[in-house]
């Protein structure tokens, strides 16, 4: 019913920047919080990057404050979230997530790799 595509993941240098979009699509009215969790390697739980209310209120995880911003277009149905000053650490699979119809939708990942 929603899907989420995400794009913009790839390898960069500890320092460096990436941008990350994910767009949704499907039969649905209208999106709700949309938002960012991350996947690092050997660790079976998702982190919480990032949220974004339809209304632009915004969350963010305590190892990304102050380098990661998330952004979204809702006429697009698309959150970005931006990251500066990237870390080895920050190394994972993102995941975009979505609430609509009463459900939380998630993308299939897009793989991050800071390099030290």
């Known amino acids: 019913q929603v899907q989420l595509v995400e794009s913009g993941g790839g390898l960069v240098q500890a320092g460096g920047s990436l941008r990350l979009s994910c767009v949704a699509s499907g039969r649905f009215f209208s999106i709700g919080a949309m938002g960012w969790y991350r996947q690092a390697p050997g660790k079976q739980q998702r982190e919480l990057v990032a949220?974004?209310?339809?209304?632009?209120?915004?969350n963010y995880g305590d190892s990304v404050k102050g380098r990661f911003t998330i952004s979204r277009d809702n006429a697009k149905n698309t959150v970005y979230l931006q990251m500066n000053s990237l870390k080895p650490e920050d190394t994972a699979v993102y995941y975009c997530n979505a609430q609509a119809l009463s459900s939380y939708y998630w993308g299939q990942g897009t793989q991050v790799t800071v390099s030290s």
């Open positions: 949220t974004i209310t339809n209304g632009g209120t915004t």
